[in-house]
């Protein structure tokens, strides 16, 4: 029997916040509840426009210039990291500075220091002009490479390949992450590659459960915003495994046609999206028609980030 309208909503598993960017919205919030708002914020905190408006209405200012802040104010880098330079404007314009960094992008940065050291240049995987990507490239002032894409690994020059590391954003495709890297070590045999790989937990679980997910749907929906790496890759992905893919920022962003003679819609959202959202997306979905929702299995994760001192539990027992 083939039914023509929409009946079962598919529910990923994982999907949404991660714990990184948990953390970096509990840091301007804290901040704010601590020493009151304005907090200065350098760089919107993590890539959505909800959790950004959100926090604005708080009492959070998002700037990208230094400049844009007042002496004296409190300021939080955002969870994609910042680079040596920032840090050093910060610290010399006398901010009290609260970094949501997420840790496993900083464990990219003390990796890159670490090996700097020991005299390695680097090539990185990542998207040019991402925030994170100009984080990581500005832990040095040189010797480090940025590649998109193979073609790239082709063109590179560096000043010398005896000692090179391979660093990764950590929010990119595991697939084509996987095949760049593998340019790399062909056109550079001798690269060092990262102990455990760059791209994060929460990317790769997300990114897992699109590929178990879109081959049973005929449409794929992700909530995400248009900044956001990671859920670009997750449209991405479910497009490449054949099904219909769509990012929507808000519910308001679902069109009725996309739902046009599909049974089985796919849904799941970026590590920066907030459930809110997606409960938002479910309620607009059943108003399209659908009738049941269904949660697939998946990892349940449980990585949890410390927040910064000053920060922490104690300090706002005497608030």
């Not at 193979?150 to 996987?178: F, H, I, N, P, Y």
């Not at 997750?234 to 962003?253: H, I, K, S, T």
């Amino acid at each position: 029997m083939t039914s023509h309208t929409l009946d079962e909503v598919l529910l990923a598993e994982p999907r949404g916040f991660c714990a990184g960017v948990d953390r970096a919205i509990e840091i301007v919030e804290r901040a704010i509840k601590k020493f009151g708002s304005p907090i200065y914020v350098r760089h919107e905190i993590v890539h959505n426009t909800y959790v950004v408006n959100d926090l604005k209405a708080k009492g959070a200012i998002f700037i990208e210039d230094l400049a844009d802040v007042p002496p004296g104010a409190t300021l939080v880098f955002s969870a994609h990291g910042v680079s040596q330079a920032v840090r050093a404007e910060a610290a010399q314009r006398g901010f009290s500075v609260f970094d949501a960094t997420c840790p496993l992008v900083t464990k990219v940065h003390v990796e890159v220091a670490k090996l700097h050291k020991e005299g390695y240049d680097f090539i990185m995987i990542g998207h040019k002009g991402h925030p994170e990507v100009e984080g990581t490239m500005g832990q040095l002032n040189e010797g480090i490479y940025l590649v998109e894409d193979v073609a790239d690994v082709g063109r590179v020059q560096v000043a010398q390949s005896e000692k090179l590391a391979v660093v990764t954003q950590t929010t990119l495709s595991v697939d084509d992450a996987a095949e760049i890297l593998a340019a790399v070590k062909k056109r550079f045999p001798l690269v060092r590659e990262p102990k455990q790989q760059d791209i994060c937990y929460a990317t790769q679980n997300r990114q897992d459960a699109v590929k178990v997910m879109a081959p049973q749907v005929d449409v794929l929906i992700v909530v995400g915003s248009p900044t956001s790496s990671n859920s670009n890759r997750l449209r991405e992905l479910g497009e490449r495994l054949g099904a219909d893919a769509y990012m929507v920022d808000q519910p308001e962003d679902l069109q009725p046609q996309w739902f046009d003679g599909k049974r089985r819609v796919g849904l799941t959202a970026g590590a920066s999206a907030p459930d809110i959202l997606v409960q938002q997306v479910i309620e607009r979905l059943r108003t399209l028609g659908a009738v049941s929702v269904r949660k697939m299995p998946g990892v349940i994760e449980t990585t949890h980030f410390p927040l910064p001192k000053g920060l922490g539990d104690k300090s706002m027992a005497d608030v």
